[in-house]
């Protein structure tokens, strides 16, 4: 075997060794359970039933959405009076103690208000149309002007390489724009659905009647340090504490090619 030929091979040991040991690590998968003996299950999720004197609340774990940990609330106006339902007032509280998690004892962590992530998504549309809008501004001039050279230089003599050189470069403008385009498309199919998620599925800021039910997703950051977390939910100075075993599980995924 000649240098050159070692050298190859070496290279090739090193980039398999590579390949095996590099691994991508997603987030934790985070499974939380209740304290209840004998809870109700929905479809598979644990449904924990509190009730006060004002209302009734109905907390379910649904899953994970990025690093944000979602809850199915069903909440039950069961006053004689309006009742106003507000999430940017619950929070959870992270722990590691189970006695502490029991009376929510410990630093909060609110839930996502949802009205400042709609406005900021509504922005950020805003930004993507302006920029597609002036990018397509700029190829339409681009093309006037291009027109125009074209009609002044009619009858001037050519070198072989210029239609060449031509072609080229309107292949390269094309792909350009198609992945502008593509580009645009994806961000505003992600923010549309982003913007979906909020104003539908989330719980907002709602005036509830005396024997209506509420229903929503509220969203809470991941601790991920933490091993119990109680979901506290105010409504009216009446607080529902919901306490739960908090589970996460680191999962590796490795990657191989030959």
């Known amino acids: 075997m000649n240098a050159k030929s070692h050298s190859f091979a070496l290279l090739c040991c090193i980039s398999v060794s590579l390949l095996f040991n590099a691994c991508v690590s997603p987030a934790p998968v985070y499974r939380l359970t209740s ?54 007032t619950f929070y959870s509280v992270p722990l590691k103690d189970k006695t502490a998690a029991h009376n929510a004892d410990g630093g909060r962590v609110f839930a996502i ?33 291009k027109i125009v050279t074209d009609i002044a230089g009619i009858g001037d003599p050519k070198s072989k390489q210029e239609p060449e050189k031509k072609a080229r470069r309107e292949r390269e403008e094309e792909s350009e724009r198609f992945n502008r385009e593509m580009r645009y498309d994806a961000a505003m199919r992600r923010l549309t659905d982003e913007r979906t998620e909020w104003e539908r599925y989330a719980l907002r800021k709602h005036t509830l009647h005396p024997d209506e039910t509420l229903r929503g997703s509220i969203y809470f950051p991941v601790q991920e ?18 306490p739960l075993r908090a589970r996460g599980s680191e999962i590796a995924v490795c990657h191989f090619a030959c």
């Open 225 to 242: 340090e933490a091993r119990f977390l109680t979901v506290v939910l105010s409504v009216r100075g009446e607080e529902v504490k919901v």
């Open 113 to 145: 208000n949802p009205e400042p992530m709609i406005e900021q998504i509504e922005k950020s549309i805003s930004r993507e149309n302006a920029s597609a809008a002036n990018a397509a501004l700029a190829d339409l001039t681009l093309a006037t002007g």
């Open 35 to 88: 304290f209840d003996a004998d809870p109700t299950w929905i479809h598979g999720r644990e449904y924990v039933v509190k009730r006060v004197s004002s209302h009734e609340v109905g907390l379910r774990y649904s899953y994970m959405r990025g690093r944000l940990l979602v809850f199915d609330v069903d909440i039950v106006n069961m006053s004689d009076s309006d009742l106003l339902v507000d999430p940017a």
